[in-house]
């Protein structure tokens, strides 16, 4: 086993390793958490497809044996639009038709609603309480009337695809759940490796739902949700509740 890899943050440990018949690999120990307790099994779901391939797992000791990508450079540095061509591609393959042992994204809903003032009073007020607000609205009116149930990577960001051999790009670092399509863009929306400004933001979701065919009002009601369920910690919540507020004001 190599040098373990810099920049994780979920896991316990991630590094490079070789398996039996000299294939590249990456031992992955994780950090036990809700958000990722069925990483192995959307893993599995995909079977490579658009994602890293799982080789093994040992689910007594948290430990994932990975498909490793080479050369692994993150999407991010390709570009915006590169990028976005990518995910427009991506997307479609990684929503596959899902269920249990998934988290349902109407459930996680319902952890982010019980929980969200009570944080926000907690962390301060970070932000106006429109924002509050707007997605305590989504959170409560659109799990009921979700579309079909597919496979969500709720984490996919330009830093979470990698360029590998056996195809160019892959995911990695699912954190799983089901729920519909619509869901499925938030984090790439949100995120700020592909630039953070309004017009950025706003592009990055007009172009999305306009070639993924997804419901506008939707989409942007579970960007919000998200961005904000998500918004409570010292290094995203400025970040966060500004493309909130972008979104919102282009309502």
């Not at 990028?83 to 393959?93: I, M, S």
Request: aromatic share 8%; net charge negative; hydrophobic share 45%.
């Amino acid at each position: 086993m190599g040098e373990p890899f810099e920049g994780g943050v979920a896991s316990v440990l991630v590094a490079p390793a070789v398996t039996a018949d000299g294939q590249e690999a990456v031992l992955k120990v994780q950090d036990p958490h809700r958000e990722s307790e069925h990483e192995a099994a959307a893993l599995e779901l995909w079977d490579g497809d658009g994602a890293v391939r799982l080789l093994d797992y040992e689910p007594e000791e948290f430990a994932l044996l990975l498909e490793r990508c080479v050369p692994g450079t993150p999407l991010s540095a390709a570009g915006p639009e590169a990028a976005l061509d990518v995910f427009g591609e991506l997307l479609p393959r990684l929503w596959k038709p899902a269920g249990s042992p998934f988290g349902s994204l109407a459930a996680e809903a319902v952890w982010w609603a019980d929980s969200l003032e009570e944080t926000w009073e907690r962390f301060g007020r970070p932000f106006e309480r429109k924002l509050l607000d707007a997605a305590l609205e989504a959170l409560h009116e659109l799990p009921p009337t979700q579309g079909a149930q597919v496979l969500l990577h709720q984490d996919l960001h330009g830093d979470n695809v990698l360029a590998a051999q056996r195809e160019p790009w892959l995911a990695i670092d699912p954190k799983p759940l089901a729920g519909e399509r619509e869901f499925g863009i938030a984090p790439i929306v949100r995120s700020s490796e592909l630039g953070h400004s309004r017009r950025e933001v706003l592009e990055r979701f007009e172009r999305l739902t306009a070639e993924l065919g997804l419901d506008r009002d939707r989409a942007r009601g579970w960007t919000i949700a998200q961005t904000i369920a998500w918004a409570f910690d010292g290094r995203h919540h400025c970040g966060h509740a500004e493309v909130a507020r972008w979104l919102l004001e282009a309502a």
